[in-house]
């Protein structure tokens, strides 16, 4: 974890302080705050950091690993346990680097598609919703074809970084790629 303290905090972005107590404290609001307000200000896309108000250790991710961990255990988790234990084998393995980079990518590709479907025109029922995202509808066919190749794109791009990064590490030790 590294230090910042909440007068750093980027203009805009919310202070909340997590006290000994474990208890939250939003300083946007001047009052204490819960996980479940916390995962409202996610879901809001409101830009916030969790500070230890003592030591004024950055704490965000470990919150927002709390949320998910809440909600993979109160309901149907998103995550299976192959997911997870695929996730776990990752941790010190020297494809560390490109996964994270991968999933953020593709969370981000998700989340674009997940934008222009609910930007549509119009509430729609559960039913439509179900209907529209059917494997067999042509318009979610359509756009898992955009997501699965710009995902490949992404991953692509994500490989060639780690080459180039590879190749002038090398490159700096004195190793030469055969011409």
């Not at 200000?41 to 965000?60: E, Y």
């Amino acid at each position: 974890m590294h230090k910042t303290e909440s007068a750093s905090a980027p203009s805009g972005v919310r202070v909340i302080k997590k006290y000994p107590n474990r208890r939250l404290y939003d300083t946007d609001t001047s009052s204490y705050i819960t996980l479940a307000e916390v995962k409202g200000l996610v879901m809001q896309m409101t830009p916030f950091v969790v500070l230890d108000a003592k030591s004024g250790d950055d704490l965000t991710r470990s919150i927002l690993l709390q949320i998910i961990l809440e909600e993979e255990t109160a309901g149907v988790p998103l995550f299976t346990e192959q997911i997870l234990a695929n996730i776990i084998r990752f941790y010190g393995h020297a494809m560390q680097g490109f996964i994270g980079a991968y999933l953020e990518k593709n969370m981000q590709l998700l989340t674009e598609m997940q934008q222009k479907v609910a930007n549509q025109p119009g509430t729609m029922s559960p039913e439509a919703w179900n209907q529209l995202l059917s494997v067999n509808n042509p318009v979610m066919q359509g756009l898992m074809g955009t997501y699965l190749e710009q995902s490949k794109n992404a991953f692509e791009q994500v490989q060639d970084q780690m080459q180039r990064n590879s190749e002038q590490m090398l490159n700096a030790m004195g190793f030469r790629r055969p011409a």
